[in-house]
Antibody, heavy 118, light 107 residues
Framework: EVQLVESGGGLVQPGGSLRLSCAAS????????MNWVRQAPGKGLEWVSA????????YYADSVKGRFTISRDNSKNTLYLQMNSLRAEDTAVYHC???????????WGQGTLVTVSA | DIQMTQSPSSLSASVGDRVTITCRAS??????LAWYQQKPEKAPKSLIY???SLQSGVPSRFSGSGSGTDFTLTISSLQPEDFATYYC?????????FGGGTKVEIK
């Protein structure tokens, strides 16, 4: 059974940093691309970032480019999102998501809440 | 960036109704489109990929069609557990983009 469990969310001040983790199990982690997708309170889904199975290719939404860094440790079956220079508009539930085929998601984690507020 | 426009943004329907949601891309995306279902306070659930392929375990009352710029998600006979918000997403090119969502409510 595929499981994705996010952690690392919390309350942070504007300008601060946070690192999210996503522990994956139930599949061969290293061969699948992974995404981060967020959802602000009461809003729709927003794609944040993606990384290839090897970690060699990364992609970012314009809204986070230069501030967020996606990475993975295939030896630990873990996906990361390093978030720097956080803004109020980054407040959201952050989901990690496993990708099948080109880039469609087939499994989602439950998410971790990040709140950026003074 | 490719913009995804869903319509309607919300709809009211009864159990047993046939429901159709549309998604339009601002440029051609071949069949690189997925549909997701989300219930309140829950993670999204994947329904359809490659415009018309059903994810494993998804009931056959869900179907997807379309290619290029125009796509539809159809629920052939709405069930109580189908009341939720539905999102389309294109993965033809980065940045990946979602539609704004369609909320399906009970009439």
């Amino acid at each position: 059974e595929v499981q994705l469990v996010e952690s690392g969310g919390g309350l942070v001040q504007p300008g601060g940093s946070l690192r999210l983790s996503c522990a994956a199990s139930g599949f061969t982690f290293s061969i699948y691309a992974m995404n981060w997708v967020r959802q602000a309170p009461g809003k729709g889904l927003e794609w944040v970032s993606a990384i290839s199975g090897s970690g060699g290719n990364t992609y970012y939404a314009d809204s986070v480019k230069g501030r967020f860094t996606i990475s993975r440790d295939n030896s630990k079956n873990t996906l990361y999102l390093q978030m720097n220079s956080l803004r109020a508009e980054d407040t959201a539930v952050y989901h990690c998501a496993k990708v099948r085929g080109p880039a469609a998601v087939d499994y989602w984690g439950q998410g971790t809440l990040v709140t950026v507020s003074a | 960036d490719i913009q995804m426009t869903q319509s309607p943004s919300s709809l009211s329907a009864s159990v047993g109704d046939r429901v159709t949601i549309t998604c339009r891309a601002s440029q051609g995306i071949s069949s690189w489109l997925a549909w997701y279902q989300q219930k309140p306070e829950k993670a999204p659930k994947s329904l359809i990929y490659d415009a018309s392929s059903l994810q494993s375990g998804v009931p056959s009352r869900f179907s997807g069609s379309g290619s290029g710029t125009d796509f539809t998600l159809t629920i052939s006979s709405l069930q109580p557990e189908d009341f939720a918000t539905y999102y389309c997403q294109q993965y033809n090119s980065y940045p990946l983009t979602f539609g704004g969502g369609t909320k399906v409510e009970i009439k």
